[in-house]
């Protein structure tokens, strides 16, 4: 093989992928933001990513008070080796941003004018929604999941503005975080491309 056959090749496939971006962007939930709060596991950070971009969610934002990111920007996640491995290479598709505090990424999407619906056992005094009877449709919507062991803040449950549940019929009640996102996104984003068409 010559080298101009190489860069066709290279060229080629730049070009499909770019298509695809492209098309993809078409039914892409743009007004829909995943939020985790203290992740401590960047594994489980890249599974969320690849999980995200698979489903057409537009961003992921990440409190990052353990800081596992260490203050990584965007571009540099981009050539994370774990994020890579563990997104599929998704990262380089879907934008990350992350925040000190958990008040601080409120403040943000408050200010942009987001509702925030988290993800947590039925807390009485709170308005709580079962994942298959919900209504996913308002115009912004930020969807929280809380670290892997202890779940989401009190200070995040009491500044959501609803708290979804998933019915589950098992011994145990608890997805890993991976999961979680897979199940909760993929019905908002159903709902949200259906109630848009």
Known sequence: MDMDEDVFKSNKKRRTLREK???SSKIRC???ICVLENPSNMQNVGTVIRNINALGVSKLYVVDNKNIFSGNTWNQMRTSSTLNDTSVSAIKWTF???FKTTQECFDHL???NFVSFG???HI???DNVSLE???FTQKKLAVWFGNETSGMTE???DRCNKLIQIKMAGIIESFNLATSTGIVLYEVCKQRRNFHK
């Open 21 to 23: 971006a492209d098309k």
């Open 30 to 32: 743009n007004t829909l």
């Open 155 to 157: 200070y995040a449950i």
């Open 110 to 112: 408050e200010k942009n």
């Open 133 to 135: 009877s919900g209504t």
């Open 124 to 126: 009485k005094g709170k």
């Open 96 to 98: 990350v941003k992350t």
């Open 119 to 121: 993800t947590s056992p």
